[in-house]
């Protein structure tokens, strides 16, 4: 049997991986199956297991493509802003992001007890961590205060989108938790 071109393998994994998101979304880690996900991809387990080595490899990779769009929402909404606004505009589309469709049950609920929290931590160190801590340089905070902001913004901004989990829908509980956001983001600016 011919192998699989490189394009095809490619376009396997990213199938893989667009299947493998909905389902850890809907079922979460534990219940998800390996089975279920390669049934529903079109490939078999040997695919998955060959593109991703183990259901903790696929959840990783799920994971990370989930911190890269959570971060690209972000630069997306601080684009063509000044460092005060970009700071205010990128945090507010943090909190959207992360808590929209597969993202929180990703990578607030499940992220932390599947994956070694030092892997979780670097995920959204190199993601929206990142983001944040760039804003915070930008707006002038103190090069001594950046990290230990960035730690506090970022365990607050955590901390609200698990609310707005336990309230889906809920336009009240948006609106406080985005106001909430707003207060602490007046402090620092």
Not at 16 to 28: K, P, Q, R, S, Y
Not at 83 to 96: I, M, Y
């Amino acid at each position: 049997m011919p192998r699989a071109s490189a394009a095809e393998a490619a376009e396997t994994a990213r199938r893989i991986l667009d299947v493998a998101t909905t389902h850890f979304a809907e079922h979460g880690f534990g219940a998800a199956s390996v089975e279920d996900i390669a049934r529903s991809a079109g490939v078999t387990r040997g695919a998955v297991y060959h593109h991703y080595a183990s259901k903790t490899g696929l959840f990783s990779a799920v994971a990370a493509a989930q911190q890269r769009s959570v971060a690209e929402s972000i630069a997306a909404a601080t684009e063509r802003s000044e460092p005060a606004e970009a700071l205010r505009d990128g945090s507010h589309a943090f909190l959207d992001a992360i808590t929209r469709g597969a993202v929180a049950r990703i990578l607030l609920i499940d992220g932390p007890a599947v994956l070694s929290w030092q892997d979780w931590r670097g995920m959204d160190a190199a993601g929206p961590e990142s983001e944040l801590r760039t804003g915070l340089s930008e707006v002038g905070l103190s090069p001594a205060l950046v990290d230990a902001m960035t730690a506090a913004l970022s365990g607050a901004m955590n901390e609200l989108a698990l609310l707005l989990v336990r309230h889906p829908g809920d336009a009240e509980s948006h609106a406080a938790a985005h106001r909430a956001l707003d207060h602490l983001l007046d402090g620092i600016l």
